[in-house]
T-cell receptor, first 111, second 113 residues
Framework: GENVEQHPSTLSVQEGDSAVIKCTYS??????FPWYKQELGKRPQLIID?????GEKKDQRIAVTLNKTAKHFSLHITETQPEDSAVYFC??????????FGTGTSLTVIP | DVKVTQSSRYLVKRTGEKVFLECVQD?????MFWYRQDPGLGLRLIYF???????EKGDIPEGYSVSREKKERFSLILESASTNQTSMYLC????????????FGPGTRLTVT
């Protein structure tokens, strides 16, 4: 089956700096890559996703890039703010119904 | 707006008890999932169901079973709870198809003593 690895497990940045979280996957059939944000005590919520026919997608301060050849995708957050502090999960999915999640990155934005 | 609800936010049970966790979604989603979330281990899939009365084992099904008698409801059952099943349990649902996001419930924090 699919194996998704996520790095780093923890990340601290100064407010206003950028944060980058990286994930790799193993199954070349994976074609959908969502990113979820989970604030403390809350449910994971989708913040951005990308499909395999696209190399990059942006939504305001958040962007995701995908390199299908290398089988890796990354989340980029620019101009970080304290409210960006949360745990971020990447995931990979193919034509099947199952999502394979990374182990999460705990991001702390220091004011 | 999709709503996924879980029967309890917090639950405390004793070792050996039978435990039922229920999940309900109101958007006619075909697929439903149960995960457990532990620090450093991320979200691990226990079971999922792609249709009524259908179920598939995930990565860690041992010690768990599931039931899906109606499309909107997916139950996770711990036949005989053990302390190593103390965890956060998250339910999710999605429409069938490629490139469709999962919607999560608020989670149930289960403590087995």
């Amino acid at each position: 089956g699919e194996n998704v690895e996520q790095h780093p497990s923890t990340l601290s940045v100064q407010e206003g700096d950028s944060a980058v979280i990286k994930c790799t996957y193993s199954d070349s059939a994976s074609n959908y890559f969502p990113w979820y944000k989970q604030e403390l005590g809350k449910r994971p919520q989708l913040i951005i996703d990308i499909r395999s026919n696209v190399g990059e997608k942006k939504d305001q301060r958040i962007a995701v890039t995908l390199n299908k050849t290398a089988k890796h995708f990354s989340l980029h957050i620019t101009e970080t703010q304290p409210e960006d502090s949360a745990v971020y999960f990447c995931a990979a999915s193919s034509a099947g119904n199952q999502f394979y999640f990374g182990t999460g990155t705990s991001l702390t934005v220091i004011p | 707006d999709v709503k996924v609800t879980q029967s309890s936010r917090y639950l405390v049970k004793r070792t050996g008890e039978k435990v039922f966790l229920e999940c309900v979604q109101d958007m006619d989603h075909e697929n439903m999932f149960w995960y457990r979330q532990d620090p450093g281990l991320g979200l691990r899939l226990i079971y999922f169901s792609y249709d009524v009365k259908m179920k598939e084992k995930g990565d860690i099904p041992e010690g768990y079973s599931v039931s899906r008698e109606k499309k909107e409801r997916f139950s996770l059952i711990l036949e005989s709870a053990s302390t190593n099943q103390t965890s956060m349990y998250l339910c999710a649902s999605r429409k069938s198809g490629t490139g469709v996001e999962q919607y999560f419930g608020p989670g149930t924090r289960l403590t087995v003593t």
